[in-house]
């Protein structure tokens, strides 16, 4: 029986790329640089801020500006997280439709708490989240399985009894790492010529409406 739904945040539960793109171009504004296409920046949401300042900026990680422009993206993104971000279409009825089926949802992303909690409490989903897991929360990150591990302790479940949704390749290689079902979403932030049909995971939505019948299927 499923007793639990987990969810990735960016690009599965949360559509969060006009957020980084307006703080990603504020900062290219301050600095004299060309502002960087809505699409190319949503492309590379689900890889991180790194990835999204390496875009805007052209600069490798290990080069000397990055680290100190890193931390003022991040400063910024921290002082207005949810000015555009919001569930996906139709999501809040799935997450309602779980609710009332007493099936617990939680979130199990690569997001740093710093971000994701406050995050979660402006849009007023941390108290309908069951649990919420950071890479700050555990010593090894997606697609290792260890985070999904963990949100399964701390619902009391067997991750045979879970799905995870997610819209990258490590998302449904933690969800398969970790011996649950997982379902991949092509709605999110995938990058182009990214096929998610080789992802190998047991269902792909096109549309967040579509979660409850393809949780059906397990």
């Known amino acids: 029986m499923l007793k639990a739904v987990l969810f990735d945040l960016d690009g599965t539960l949360l559509d969060t790329a006009a957020d980084f793109a307006r703080v990603l171009n504020s900062l290219l504004a ?12 949503r492309e590379c949401v689900s890889s991180g801020a ?14 000397a500006e990055f680290a100190a422009l890193l931390e003022e993206f991040l400063d910024r993104y921290a002082a207005s997280l949810s000015e ?6 139709g999501m ?5 439709n779980l609710e009332e089926r007493g099936i617990a949802w939680g979130i199990v ?40 591990y963990l949100a399964c302790k701390n619902l009391d479940i067997r991750p045979a009894e879970a799905v995870y949704v997610g819209d990258h390749r490590r998302d449904i290689d933690a ?7 997982t379902i991949a979403c092509r709605y999110g932030y995938i990058p182009s010529g990214d096929n ?22 397990f």
């Open 175 to 181: 969800g398969r790492n970790a011996g649950m079902k």
């Open 50 to 63: 790194r990835a999204v300042l390496a875009l805007g900026f052209e600069l490798a990680p290990e080069s």
């Open 92 to 96: 809040d009825q799935q997450l309602r």
């Open 84 to 89: 555009q971000t919001t569930l996906f279409p």
């Open 109 to 148: 992303t690569n997001k740093p708490s710093r971000f994701t909690e406050p995050l979660l409490r402006q849009l007023q989903l941390d108290k309908r989240c069951a649990t919420t897991i950071c890479p700050d929360h555990v010593n090894n990150r997606k697609p290792h399985p260890e985070p999904i």
């Open 196 to 217: 998610i049909a080789d992802w190998q995971a047991d269902a792909i939505i096109d549309h967040a409406e579509q979660l409850e019948a393809a949780l059906l299927r």
């Open 30 to 41: 301050e600095h004299q640089r060309p502002l960087q296409d809505y699409q190319a920046v």
